[in-house]
């Protein structure tokens, strides 16, 4: 049984779109948050977008405006839809599921108990 399965990472020209999808098994898919994170060489792992049980978003401030994540109930898929790429969005992509901190009711600080095993994106200027 596969937990969570990442796909959709590629190449792209700056200023391309791509969408990651993370299918998730049903006790994944409903947790109380699912998120996108990334990490980039060298660099420590960011979070970058999630979303709550019940639809709330939140997105880094790197990525507001031009990413917009979502799912779909009758798929179990988490979805990150990838605008207006730039060469610093270059990352090992990861969807991760888990829980709000506590006192928190959206999943913009959240703790995280499972990861994919992540998709590449590449952006070429």
């Known amino acids: 049984q596969v937990q969570l399965m990442e796909s959709g990472g590629a190449s792209a020209q700056a200023g391309g779109s791509l969408r990651l999808s993370c299918v998730a098994s049903d006790y994944f898919y409903n947790a109380p948050c699912m998120a996108w994170y990334r990490q980039a060489p060298g660099k420590e792992r960011e979070w970058v977008s999630s979303?709550?049980?019940?639809?709330?978003?939140s997105n880094a401030d790197s990525v507001e405006g031009r990413f917009t994540i979502s799912k779909d109930g009758a798929k179990n898929t988490l979805y990150l839809q990838m605008n207006s790429l730039k060469p610093e969005d270059t990352a090992m992509y990861y969807c991760?599921?888990?829980?709000?901190?506590?006192?928190?009711?959206?999943?913009?600080?959240?703790?995280?108990?499972?990861w994919g095993q992540g998709t590449q994106v590449t952006v070429s200027s």
């Open positions: 991760a599921t888990g829980r709000p901190r506590l006192g928190e009711l959206w999943c913009r600080r959240m703790v995280v108990d499972y």
């Open positions: 979303i709550s049980r019940d639809g709330r978003i």
